[in-house]
């Protein structure tokens, strides 16, 4: 049986009928098979009578091999999930997909955790509800006025709060991590920052060259709520990835995606997204074990498992984000033309 391309007008003795007949033009042998000028000269030109490979002659990786290696080398090094380790690479690469990092384990054969290597994986430190990841980040300017974007996510249920504010100040430090005392359900009791000076004192020199001693607006903040505050090592921003990742996250689906006029409007979606994000985005880092998709799915699943270190059950924690979304939504209703 000879097996043809689907689109195929010729057959293998047509074709070698073609390379066979060099005294007969073109024309005549598009006559007499019936076929198109084009389909005899491109027989006439080979040297073979079958049908070429369909598949590209360059191959175009969305990964480079440094890249393949790197989540190559942490999968068989870890086994972390999937997203876990693409939640990795995208610090490095924003427009690595989920799809391509799988691709890469499905090539290596590490798609699937052996069963010897599954303990092992979920041996991986995990942290209760009460871990937050804290950040800052640029805006973009109205009037010449620059504002900034403090973010904090939780580490375990991945729900996350962040607000505006004009300046980046140990003053608006201090105001924020009282906003984050007030809106998340659970008893905060670790935070990790990096070492600006909105957060800690830590990097500062008297002019005599001793450092300073005097605690930040935030560590004082701390104190008095009993949380631990924690600093990355200088100039490794990729220990607080997970804030760093949501950062991007957050500028993809408002002031990269759209076009704001007023300092105004750009706050307001900002607020929808923080909205839509923990009652709606699935988040595919949560933990396997707790079988839930969404901030709010993981915020209930771990109220079931510890309600003591709960401050406001899920059902409030919800209405308190559905109200901030219904503000949302007001502001940007439109006023009937007719």
Not at 194 to 220: A, H, Q
């Amino acid at each position: 049986m000879q097996i043809y391309h689907s689109n195929a007008t010729t057959n293998i003795h047509i074709r070698q009928h073609i390379q066979n007949s060099s005294n007969s033009t073109v024309k005549s042998l598009s006559e007499t098979l019936k076929v198109s000028k084009n389909t005899i000269s491109k027989w006439k030109s080979r040297t073979s009578s079958t049908d070429a490979s369909c598949a590209p002659l360059n191959i175009k990786y969305a990964l480079s091999e440094i890249e393949t290696s790197l989540v190559n080398s942490i999968r068989r090094s870890t086994w972390l999930p999937l997203d876990e380790i693409w939640e990795m690479l995208l610090e490095t690469n924003p427009n690595a997909s989920r799809s391509s990092v799988y691709r890469c384990f499905v090539k290596a054969k590490i798609n699937k955790v052996p069963q010897e290597k599954r303990e092992k994986a979920k041996l991986f430190k995990a942290y209760i509800p009460g871990y937050l990841h804290i950040d800052v980040t640029y805006l973009p300017k109205f009037g010449n006025q620059r504002s900034y974007l403090f973010v904090a996510i939780d580490r375990a249920t991945r729900s996350m709060f962040f607000w505006v504010y004009k300046n980046k100040t140990a003053e608006n430090t201090e105001d924020f991590m009282g906003k984050c005392i007030n809106f998340f359900p659970f008893k905060i009791t670790h935070i990790l920052t990096d070492n600006g000076l909105e957060f800690t004192n830590r990097l500062l020199i008297s002019k005599k060259g001793n450092p300073c001693s005097k605690p930040s607006k935030m560590d004082i903040k701390c104190q008095e709520e009993g949380i631990d505050h924690r600093l990355t090592k200088p100039a490794t921003p990729k220990t607080n990835g997970m804030v760093e990742r949501v950062n991007g996250t957050i500028k993809n689906n408002t002031i990269l995606k759209y076009e704001y006029t007023n300092f105004q409007k750009m706050s307001a979606d900002l607020m929808g997204f923080m909205c839509t994000y923990n009652l709606y985005r699935r988040h595919g880092s949560l933990r396997k074990e707790l079988n839930v998709k969404t901030p709010l799915q993981a915020v209930e699943k771990w109220y079931q498992l510890k309600p003591e270190i709960f401050k406001l059950k899920p059902d409030q924690f919800e209405k308190k984000l559905l109200s901030l979304q219904s503000e949302f939504i007001q502001y940007h209703q439109q006023r009937c033309e007719t």
